[in-house]
Nanobody, 122 residues
Framework: QAQLVESGGGLVQAGGSLRLSCTVTKRTFDMVAMGWFRQAPGKERDFVARTMWNGGATYYADSVKGRFTISSDNAKTTIFLQMNSLKPEDTAVYFC???????????????WGQGTQVTVSS
């Protein structure tokens, strides 16, 4: 079974940057799209960004557009989320996940990592 492991979270001051990584092992043929989601305490899990393994296509939530960048490595084993100009409202647990289709809906993602905490102080 495929496994997704996130890393790179931490504590950063507002205006700072972090780079999250999601390493995929035992990648399967149905891992078409890769996405990042986040969940703040007491809130629903929200879409952040997604990309395709074959490169090119990316899509972002309005709240992070222009500040976050999703990418993948050439070996197609790791997904990154570069987060710049971080705000306190970006504080959440960040999850990477894979989907069989090009989607921003949580329900369409079938493999999930365990999450990594991002905390932005004001």
């Amino acid at each position: 079974q495929a496994q997704l492991v996130e890393s790179g979270g931490g504590l950063v001051q507002a205006g700072g940057s972090l780079r999250l990584s999601c390493t995929v092992t035992k990648r399967t043929f149905d891992m078409v799209a890769m996405g990042w989601f986040r969940q703040a305490p007491g809130k629903e899990r929200d879409f952040v960004a997604r990309t395709m393994w074959n490169g090119g296509a990316t899509y972002y939530a309005d709240s992070v557009k222009g500040r976050f960048t999703i990418s993948s490595d050439n070996a197609k084993t790791t997904i990154f989320l570069q987060m710049n100009s971080l705000k306190p409202e970006d504080t959440a647990v960040y999850f990477c996940a894979s989907a069989r289709i090009w989607s921003a809906e949580v329900r369409d993602y079938h493999y999930w990592g365990q999450g990594t905490q991002v905390t932005v102080s004001s």
